[in-house]
Each structure stands twice: as C-alpha cells, then as structure tokens.
C-alpha cells in the first residue's frame, strides 16, 4: 500500500504540476500557448491510449512486473524531465511518465481490490482517495512554491526521490496477487482501443486549448474516436475472450458507479482548470498565491477521504453520494455569483465546501461499483473506470475552456472600453461564471442519477473464504 500510494501520488501530482509552470516554459523556449500544452495533452492522451490496454496487462504479467515496470518510466521519464534543456525532450518526459502513470492506477485499483475483503475496502479505498484528490490539489501550489524560489526544473527533482523510495519499497515488499490467465491478444481490438479513446481525448483537448469546436482537427479526431469505439465494443461482445470484457455493464452498480465517477471528475478538473484561472486573471494573484487559496480545500478533501471510507464500510454509498452531489450543486450554483468583488475568505469556503462534496462521492461510488464485480472482472473494471476518468478530464476542461472563453468574448464584444483592464478582469469573471454554471448541470445531472444508487450486498465469509484460496 505505501508504495503503491506513494507511486500514485506522484503520478497525480504529475498530471496537474506542470500546468502552472507553462507560462514560464512558453518563455524559456519560445513556444506558443497550443505547443506548449502539448506538455499536458500528450500525458492524457497517453493515459487515454494505455490504460485501455491495462486490463489486458493485468493479466499477462504478475504484481511485481508491471509495478517495477511502471516505476522504471515514471523514474526515467522524471529525471529526464529534471534534466531537459529542449521542449523536445520534456515532451518525451512527459509521455515516459504518462507510461508509468498508466499502468500503476488500475495496478493500484486491481491490488486492493484483491488483497482486501469487501467489507474492509472502503477503509482502503480511502486511503487511495487521499492519494487520487490531494495528488492533484497539491500540484499547483507546490509547483507555484518552486517556481517562485527556485525553477521549473524543481518539480521533477521533488518526484524523483519519491519514486525512488517507493521502487525499493516495492521490490522489499510487493507480493504477486493477481492471477495470470494469458488471454489472446487481439491486434484489431488494441488498434481500435487506441483509435477511439486517444481520438476523443485529443479531440476534446484541442477544442478546449484552441476554443474552437469548428475546427477541422477536432471534428475528425472526434468522429473517428467515436466511430471507432462503437467497432470496439461491437467486436468485444463477438469475442471468446475480449481485450476488455464489457460484461461489467451487466452490474447495475458498476454502471451507476461509474457514470457518478466519470460526472464526478468533469466537475473536479473544470473546476480545478476554471478556478485558478479566475484568481490569476480577475482577480489578479500570482500562482503561488492561488495556489495557497486551493490548499484549504485539497488538505480537507485529503483529510477526509479515509474518515469517508470508514463510513462507506458502516452506511454504504447512498448517504454520502446523494447529499454530497447536493452540496456540490449548491457550492457550484454560488460559484457561479463570483466576481472581482468576492473576497478571497469567500472562495476558500466555497472551495473546501465543493471538496467536502467531492470526497463524498468518487470513493464511495467507485468502491461500491467495483465490489459488484465478481472477481475475474476486476481488471476489466478498473481499466473501464480508469480510462473513463481520463476522457471525462478532457471532456470537462475542453467544454468549460470553451464556455468560458465564449463568455470573455461575449462581454468584451458589448464593452465601451475593451482595452482597459479592469473591463477585461470583469468579463474573464463573466466567463468563468458561466463555466460554473456548466459544471453545476453536470452535478444536477449526476444527483438525478445516484437516486439509484444502492449499497451491494457481499457475503465477509465468502468473499474472504475465495480471497485466502
């Protein structure tokens, strides 16, 4: 579990750090706003490529293989990261981590689901949310702390350490729990896999980098990820034994975890993308001071993420999820009110509001989906939970990026005076209210649906009789 956490926490922190770091790059070599966050749609896209194919892996190679083997891109990726001198081998550092990312989550997902029974997973699950939701909080702000003192280069000089430490840990440690049945590779299935969820995620990242849902690019990208994805699925079900195995939708639970996950994480990343933006650009804070704003928020979602697992295993999910999809509704709705007059306590009590919601509902619709699953399907389910994560973040970004720059243009297009800049702190805050407003129909959308949501019911004696043979 520490190793595991600890790998996980850099993945994460990975994934959100450098975001805060780009204006500094575009600097230092000369790149443009859409090259420079390749730096950020390259790693999802590779998330979006690999972890599909990790349910495959999961069970071609043992516990220990594919944990060395992810720590060993995330390692090297990482140093020459810390290393770089050139955009062209950040980005190759990016995507290495990425390769490292991808493979530990469902690795992580599928291990505990194994080595813990039932009844004890929310606990641990718990303790993994901590990881999954502090990770990214915590990304900003330490990277706006090593920007300010020291360079860009620092965030991965952080990790580096870290991942080290949790490989030793691992190798001392790590035992090989899962089974390995060596299922067909099937090289149409993979091909079909890449093509569809790369193609949606780097459509709907470069919509939301370029604010522009007419281009050419995205439209194709889209189209071919979605047509693809269709011949996917249809070619699983005719398969003896399927790349991915789309019998987990047959579970009720599952389906309903997993559309409360992939709403869930629209609302995170918009809201963590949209809500930095609005403090740098109307009202005017450095990253670092941002960063301090959203700290509150990720320590007590981070706080509360094993305190939830520990009520998740006494009441089930149906007393957390719905009142906190509420609470994230309500949070959004007065997010939506913000502007340049809000006072900075207000944001921060609105933010650790909106992550005392969020923490009431990934962990504990993730965990209960998962344990409907019998035990041969849980590398499939987590690698269908993962990577429905990764296509929900490039969907709410892209959506929200777009919306709110639609509402800067809108209001910029009746101003008298478009080139003051208080006219132009105000409409970045009439754009971002509208964002708000997006993510806030995404929650309702999200609090119609767990409604149905139920606690599943799995016998401690036979599940631990099965896990101990």
């Given at each position: 579990?520490?190793?595991l956490?600890t790998?996980?926490?850099?993945?994460?922190?990975?994934?959100?750090?450098?975001?805060?770091?780009l204006s500094?790059?575009?600097?230092t070599?000369?790149?443009s706003?859409a090259?420079?966050?390749?730096?950020?749609?390259?790693y999802?896209?590779?998330?979006?490529i690999?972890?599909?194919?990790?349910?495959l892996?999961?069970?071609?190679?043992?516990?220990?293989?594919?944990?060395?083997?992810?720590l060993a891109f995330?390692?090297?990726?990482?140093l020459?990261?810390?290393?770089?001198f050139s955009?062209?081998?950040?980005?190759?550092?990016?995507?290495?981590?990425?390769?490292?990312?991808g493979?530990?989550l469902?690795?992580?997902?599928n291990?505990?689901l194994i080595?813990?029974?039932?009844?004890?997973?929310g606990?641990?699950?718990?303790?993994?949310g901590?990881?999954?939701m502090f990770a990214p909080?915590?990304?900003?702000?330490?990277?706006?702390?090593?920007?300010?003192?020291?360079?860009?280069?620092?965030i991965?000089?952080?990790?580096l350490p870290l991942?080290?430490?949790?490989l030793f840990?691992g190798?001392?440690?790590?035992?090989?729990?899962?089974?390995i049945?060596?299922?067909?590779i099937?090289?149409l299935?993979?091909?079909?896999?890449?093509?569809?969820?790369?193609g949606?995620v780097?459509?709907?990242?470069?919509?939301?980098?370029?604010?522009?849902w007419?281009s050419?690019?995205v439209?194709v990208?889209?189209?071919?990820?979605?047509?693809?994805?269709?011949?996917?699925?249809?070619?699983?079900?005719?398969m003896?034994?399927?790349?991915?195995n789309?019998?987990?939708?047959?579970?009720?639970?599952?389906?309903?975890?997993?559309?409360?996950?992939?709403?869930c994480?629209?609302?995170?990343?918009s809201?963590m993308?949209?809500l930095p933006l609005f403090?740098?650009?109307?009202?005017?804070?450095?990253?670092?001071t941002?960063g301090?704003?959203l700290?509150?928020g990720?320590?007590?979602?981070?706080?509360?993420?094993?305190?939830?697992?520990?009520l998740f295993d006494?009441?089930?999910?149906?007393?957390?999820v719905?009142p906190?999809?509420?609470?994230?509704a309500?949070v959004?709705?007065?997010?939506?009110g913000?502007?340049?007059?809000?006072?900075v306590?207000?944001?921060?009590?609105?933010?650790?509001c909106?992550?005392?919601?969020i923490?009431f509902?990934?962990?504990?619709s993730?965990?209960?989906?998962?344990?409907q699953?019998p035990?041969?399907?849980y590398?499939?389910?987590?690698?269908?939970?993962n990577?429905?994560?990764q296509?929900?973040?490039?969907i709410g970004?892209?959506?929200?990026?777009?919306?709110?720059?639609k509402?800067?243009d809108s209001y910029?297009?009746?101003?008298a005076?478009?080139?003051?800049?208080?006219e132009?702190?105000?409409a970045?805050?009439n754009?971002s209210?509208?964002?708000?407003v997006?993510?806030m129909?995404?929650?309702v959308i999200?609090?119609a649906i767990a409604?149905f949501i139920?606690r599943?019911?799995?016998?401690?004696?036979?599940?631990?009789?099965r896990?101990?043979?």
């Open positions: 579990m520490v190793a956490c790998a996980g926490f850099i993945g994460l922190f990975s994934e959100t750090a450098l975001n805060i770091a500094d790059l575009m600097k070599f000369e790149l706003a090259t420079a966050q390749w730096l950020t749609t390259g999802l896209l590779t998330l979006g690999l972890v599909p194919v990790s349910g892996l999961l069970q071609w190679f043992t516990t220990r293989q594919l944990f060395i083997s992810a995330a390692i090297a990726g990482t020459l990261g810390a290393l770089s955009f062209e081998l950040l980005m190759v550092s990016r995507v290495l981590q990425a390769i490292g990312t493979l530990l469902p690795l992580m997902f291990t505990i080595i813990f029974p039932p009844h004890k997973r606990a641990a699950m718990g303790i993994v901590l990881v999954i909080a915590a990304g900003p702000m330490l990277a706006g702390l090593m920007i300010e003192f020291l360079s860009w280069h620092y991965f000089w952080f990790s991942l080290i430490l949790s840990c190798i001392r440690y790590m035992q090989n729990v899962s089974a049945t060596k299922p067909g099937d090289l299935s993979i091909a079909l896999s890449t093509a569809g969820f790369g949606i780097f459509g709907f990242s470069h919509a939301g980098e370029s604010g522009g007419s050419m690019l439209i990208s889209i189209a071919v990820g979605a047509v693809s994805l269709v011949l996917f699925c249809l070619r699983q079900n005719v003896k034994q399927p790349m991915l789309l019998r987990v939708f047959q579970y009720p639970m599952f389906t309903v975890g997993l559309v409360m996950v992939f709403l994480f629209m609302v995170i990343l809201s993308l949209v403090l740098q650009n109307a009202m005017a804070m450095s990253a670092m941002a301090l704003v700290l509150p990720g320590v007590l979602n981070g706080i509360l993420s094993p305190i939830v697992g520990v006494k009441f089930g999910p149906r007393w957390l719905i906190g999809l509420a609470l994230i309500v959004l709705w007065f997010f939506s913000v502007t340049v007059a809000s006072s306590g207000l944001i921060i009590v609105l933010h650790c909106l992550m005392l919601g923490s509902v990934m962990m504990p993730q965990t209960n989906g998962l344990n699953l035990k041969q399907l590398p499939d389910g987590t690698a269908i939970m990577t429905l994560q296509i929900a973040g490039a970004t892209a959506v929200s990026v777009s919306v709110l720059s509402g800067v910029m297009s009746r101003s005076a478009p080139t003051n800049p208080h132009a702190a105000i970045f805050s754009g209210q509208n964002a708000f997006f993510a129909l995404v929650a999200g609090f409604l139920r599943v019911k799995v016998a401690k004696g036979a599940e631990a009789a896990s101990m043979h």
